[in-house]
């Protein structure tokens, strides 16, 4: 389920990054898939925040309906994303990266997998984020 796409198209219609600010619906619609599609994990992809609302509580608040709706992997954008006066390429480079915050999810949801999204481009970043706690958390499961 991609709930990070900040293009205007998905948002106009109650799709991508503006789902996050309906955690109750993004559960039910996790739910609701996963109780439908049984062989195949459901998954879901979404930012850090919308529209410079990066507060860590709402996150938590927004992964643990996540987690209530039976996603057990979650790749974070690791940036929040503007709605409006940033085209979906400026969402992808403008907001400052914050992969603490990921690494702070996977500390405090080790029983979800997280997948950090964004910036990463060269082996040596790669290997700084696989080698950190949040890849020693959620290697274990």
């Known amino acids: 389920v991609n709930i990070g796409c900040p293009s205007p198209k998905?948002?106009?219609?109650?799709?991508g990054a503006?789902?996050?600010r309906n955690p109750d619906l993004v559960r039910?619609?996790?739910?609701?898939m996963s109780r439908r599609v049984t062989h195949t994990p459901i998954t879901a992809k979404c930012r850090i925040g919308v529209d410079g609302e990066d507060d860590y509580v709402?996150?938590?608040?927004f992964v643990t309906s996540l987690k209530m709706?039976?996603?057990?992997?979650i790749v974070v954008h690791a940036r929040t994303c503007y709605l409006e006066g940033l085209n979906p390429n400026q969402n992808r480079n403008i907001p400052p990266l914050k992969y603490n915050v990921v690494h702070d999810l996977a500390k405090?949801?080790?029983d979800i997998s997280f997948c950090i999204n964004g910036g990463i481009t060269t082996f040596d970043e790669a290997f700084y984020h696989l080698g950190s706690t949040f890849y020693?958390?959620?290697n274990n499961n």
């Not at 709402?58 to 608040?61: A, E």
């Not at 709706?69 to 992997?73: E, S």
């Open 10 to 15: 998905a948002c106009k219609h109650m799709f």
């Open 18 to 20: 503006r789902l996050m």
């Open 28 to 32: 039910e619609i996790c739910h609701s």
């Open 58 to 61: 709402k996150l938590t608040h």
């Open 69 to 73: 709706g039976g996603i057990k992997h």
């Open 108 to 110: 405090d949801f080790p």
């Open 136 to 138: 020693n958390n959620n």
